[in-house]
Structure formats: structure tokens, C-alpha cells
């Protein structure tokens, strides 16, 4: 039934996919919700924190895509919310990483509805982490450079060679199905063919794959040997690094474990 009151909307940071990085205050939002509006690439083991009772509405039922799609969103957390309901909008990584969180703050701002941030645990630095890349190293990388590689529709405006210039660590985010023209740009800006690089597919999760090659090579190895969505790109002395097995993040056995412990 509705409340009297008015509602509040939590944008909630799912992180890369694996619920064990989930934080607390996320798990706290999602046991607390009536509604959850959630993205498709929000892992499955987030999805199973969402209480039975809360109304679940994935976002690509609320628009076909694009700016439709996310003025169908506004409209169900204001909607919501005005009915007094407490409302997540649950999102991959961040949910100011990329995660379009700043417009759906705009447009609840607008509208006069209760909200917060649940920062999450970001796909840029776990990502690579998940295969063993430090994003950073003090003897091969003081400069991290975060880019999407999937942009509004119709724009091109990330400076690919600018910030190749920057050298150090390049991290794209959303990028599996535009490598191969992010990296002639990259290449373009000064970065040698010899560079190392490495794609991380369903970075936490374990259907996690991960591709190593140079910058010249990568995206030839990839058009033989595909990965599948979401991934990212890691470009600097920081990819030849971690170690050859594919996820190193602890099993949720090991989690577990750790738990009984404490």
C-alpha cells in the first residue's frame, strides 16, 4: 500500500559483479527496499541480496535505449518515491563512475525527492585487480587515466591521443566491442606497439577471462579468440603484470570461511 510520507531513492553501487564486494552499506540499502530498479549488468549475486517482498524492475524494460530509456528510469524512482517507498537504483561499479548517477540526481533534485549515494566498488581499479594488474606501481605507473570506451550516442570526444601522451596506466571502461579503433588512437597519440595490454572480460565473476598481448597484437587476438561483454582494456607497463590465472579474487568459499572465523 502506498505511504502518507515521502519516499527516498539510494543510488547504490553494485560493484564489478562478485557479491562478496558488495559493501555493507549497499547490503544495508537492498534489505531496506520496496523497490529496486536495477541494470542489466548488475551481477546476478546482487540481484539475490534484493528482498522477496520488494518490487525488482530492470531498467531496459523502462525504454528501449538511450535518452528514452533514461527518462523512463527518472520517472519510476520519482514515481515511486512520491508513493513514500523506499527505492534503490542499483547500478554496475559506481554509480558516478560512468553510471549516468549525477542525471538521476539532477532529476530527483528537480522534483523535490529524498536521496543519497552508496558509493560502489569501482570496475576501473577492480577490474584489472580481479587479474592480478595493479592499476598503479611506483616503478612502472604514477599516473592512472580512466576513459569510457562507449560514449552518447553520436559523440567521439575522448581525447584517445592526449591521453596516450599522459603515458602511465590507461584503464577504458565498456569498451569490448570498440578496441580495435581505441587502440590505432591510442598509438596515434605516441604509445609504442610494444606496450602491454590486457582485456579483462566479466571482470569478478567466475566466467572471468582475461586476453594478454602487446598493444600492437591485442586486437588481432581478440578478433581470433573473443570475449564476451562487459570488458576493459588495461594499456601500460602495469598489464604485463599479475599472475597467469584467470580470477584471483577469494571464492566465496573462502569467504565463508573467513566469516565462521570471526
Known amino acids: 500500500m502506498p505511504h502518507t510520507h515521502m519516499g527516498k531513492v539510494t543510488l547504490v553501487g553494485a560493484g564489478p559483479g562478485d557479491p562478496g564486494l558488495l559493501t555493507l552499506n ?3 540499502a537492498l534489505r531496506r527496499a520496496d523497490v529496486v530498479v536495477f541494470d542489466r549488468l548488475v551481477g546476478p549475486g546482487a540481484l539475490r541480496r534484493i528482498p522477496k517482498r520488494a518490487l525488482q524492475i530492470p531498467a531496459e524494460s523502462l ?3 538511450g535518452d528514452a530509456r533514461q527518462h523512463g528510469i527518472h520517472h519510476a524512482l520519482i514515481e515511486h518515491a512520491r508513493r513514500g517507498l523506499r527505492v534503490v537504483r542499483l547500478k554496475g561499479g559506481d554509480p558516478f563512475v560512468f553510471g549516468r548517477g549525477q542525471e538521476e540526481v539532477e532529476a530527483l533534485e528537480a522534483q523535490g525527492i529524498p536521496w543519497e549515494v552508496v558509493p560502489g566498488v569501482t570496475s576501473a581499479t577492480a577490474g584489472p585487480a580481479a587479474a592480478g594488474i595493479p592499476v598503479s606501481h611506483r616503478d612502472a605507473s604514477s599516473v592512472v587515466t580512466i576513459a569510457t ?3 552518447a550516442r553520436g559523440r567521439d570526444e575522448v581525447p ?3 591521453i596516450a601522451a599522459l603515458g602511465g596506466t590507461v584503464v577504458v571502461l565498456m569498451c569490448s566491442d570498440r578496441i580495435a579503433g581505441i587502440v590505432r588512437r591510442l598509438r596515434k597519440g605516441g604509445l609504442a606497439a610494444s606496450t602491454p595490454a590486457a582485456v579483462v572480460s566479466r571482470a569478478s565473476l567466475p566466467t572471468q577471462e ?3 598481448a602487446s598493444l ?4 588481432e587476438v581478440l578478433a581470433r579468440n573473443p570475449v564476451a561483454p562487459p ?5 601500460g607497463e602495469v598489464a604485463a603484470l599479475g599472475v597467469p590465472r584467470r580470477r ?3 571464492s566465496g568459499r573462502a569467504r565463508a570461511r573467513r566469516r565462521s572465523l570471526e
Open 210 to 212: 582475461v586476453r594478454r
Open 149 to 151: 570506451g562507449h560514449e
Open 26 to 28: 549497499a547490503l544495508g
Open 216 to 219: 600492437g597484437r591485442i586486437a
Open 63 to 65: 525504454g528501449r535505449h
Open 231 to 235: 570488458a576493459l582494456l588495461v594499456v
Open 160 to 162: 584517445w591521443e592526449k
Open 248 to 250: 584471483v579474487l577469494p
